[in-house]
Nanobody, 120 residues
Framework: QVQLVESGGGMVQPGETLTLSCVTS????????MSWLRQAAGEGFEWVAD????????RYSDSVNGRFTVSRDNAKNTLYLQMNSLKSDDTRVYYC?????????????WGQGTQVTVSS
């Protein structure tokens, strides 16, 4: 059974930093590219970033490029998202998903999400 459990969300002020974690189980983590997604209330998923299976290649959406960093620890089956210089527009529920930008939806596996709220 594939499981992805996000944590690390919370409420911060603009300009601050948060790091999200996603602990996975039920599949061979090191064999899969992984993505971070986010979703505002009432809207669809927005792809944020992905990382290849080995961790050497990353990609980001234009809205977060230069501020967010995705990483992974294959020994711990865990995915991370460090979010710097947070803005109010980053307020979303954040999800980790199996697969890269092209395939995460097709693979159909993501967690329950963690809320990030950026507000002064």
């Amino acid at each position: 059974q594939v499981q992805l459990v996000e944590s690390g969300g919370g409420m911060v002020q603009p300009g601050e930093t948060l790091t999200l974690s996603c602990v996975t189980s039920g599949f061979t983590f090191e064999n899969y590219a992984m993505s971070w997604l986010r979703q505002a209330a009432g809207e669809g998923f927005e792809w944020v970033a992905d990382i290849n299976s080995g961790g050497g290649k990353t990609r980001y959406s234009d809205s977060v490029n230069g501020r967010f960093t995705v990483s992974r620890d294959n020994a711990k089956n865990t995915l991370y998202l460090q979010m710097n210089s947070l803005k109010s527009d980053d307020t979303r529920v954040y999800y980790c998903a199996r697969g890269d930008r092209a395939y995460w939806r097709q693979l159909g596996s993501w967690g329950q999400g963690t809320q990030v709220t950026v507000s002064s």
